[in-house]
């Protein structure tokens, strides 16, 4: 799929741009919680979000990782299952990126899976986002990897745990790396989302305690605990479900045994909210560590 990246001679001029401010991005960062076995980062466009996203994909060690499944929420059409991609090759400004045909395969054969539209998937920007980030990351590797788009749809609690399930056996393998695609808090009327606590100050004060409020929740690796906190305060987190995935991955590993960690490195916000006619997005970017 050619994405909305650029189109034909363009191609020649952003790679370059886009490499530079990656490369920008990543120098400015440190890498403490490598190698990740998962990370979360936002999927905005990188003037807002691109320098957070760094916290997370300086944690993924390109020597070890072979397969990258990266589970981005449906912004635009409805789903209450996971679809996957009809195409071969994801294109980005920096190289292409190849589909793993045999894990697709193995997907598949579950039954749990739709196939998203050559439409859908060209309009899904919270996959998307991450293409040329993954491409940066891995690029002193970039012939030995292959990566798994997942669309994850609105998915029921026990939907998540059944998809949990599925990709535990898959985050167990120390040479797959799970990228969760999800912003924070969307806050304003346009989001129709308004949530107050006076008593943490300005608006935007109460947006990020209420966002670091989800964020402790996820590192605490509790799902249950998650979706009672999405419950109370309907956070606008939109990859709730792919976090939510995440996390019965995680919990399903963690029954046999396997100890692991996550903590976030980073947040931020597209703008400070002050009043009711303002708005914003929030950022934050984390990783998993299997220890």
């Given amino acids: ?130 293409l040329p980030y993954t491409a940066k990351a891995m690029e002193s590797h970039k012939d030995e990897f292959t990566i798994i788009p997942v669309l994850v749809g609105a998915l029921s609690e026990s939907k998540e745990q059944e998809f949990g399930k599925l990709f535990s056996k898959y985050l167990a393998d120390p040479s797959n790396l799970f990228v969760v695609s999800s912003d924070f808090c969307h806050w304003g009327q346009r989001f129709r989302y308004s949530y107050y606590d006076e008593s943490q100050g300005e608006i ?18 509790d799902p249950v605990s998650f979706s009672n906190y999405l419950k109370k305060y309907h956070n606008t987190i939109c990859g709730r479900h792919p976090i939510g995935v995440l996390l019965n991955a995680i919990n399903e590993l963690q029954k046999n045994g396997m100890n692991m960690s996550f903590s976030f490195l980073n947040y931020a916000q597209s703008s400070q909210c002050r009043n009711w006619q303002d708005s914003s997005v929030s950022y934050a970017a984390g990783a998993l560590m299997v220890h």
């Fill in 204 to 221: 935007y004060r109460s947006i990020e305690h209420l966002d670091k409020m989800g964020m402790s929740i996820i590192e605490q690796l």
């Fill in 1 to 130: 799929v050619c994405f909305v990246w650029a189109s034909g001679f363009s191609y020649l001029f952003i790679g370059p741009q886009l490499n530079a401010q990656l490369e920008g991005w990543l120098s400015q960062v440190q890498s403490t919680k490598r190698p990740a076995r998962a990370i979360i980062a936002p999927h905005a466009g990188y003037t807002y979000c691109g320098s957070c996203a760094a916290h997370a994909y300086k944690q993924v060690d390109p020597n070890i990782t072979r397969k990258i499944f990266i589970l981005g929420p449906s912004h635009h059409v409805p789903l209450s299952r996971c679809a996957l991609s009809s195409v071969d090759i994801y294109r980005t400004p920096l190289y292409d990126l190849r589909i793993d045909q045999k894990i697709y395969g193995e997907l598949w054969k579950t039954g749990m899976f739709e196939r998203m539209s050559l439409q859908t998937d060209e309009d899904e920007h919270s996959i998307e986002m991450h």
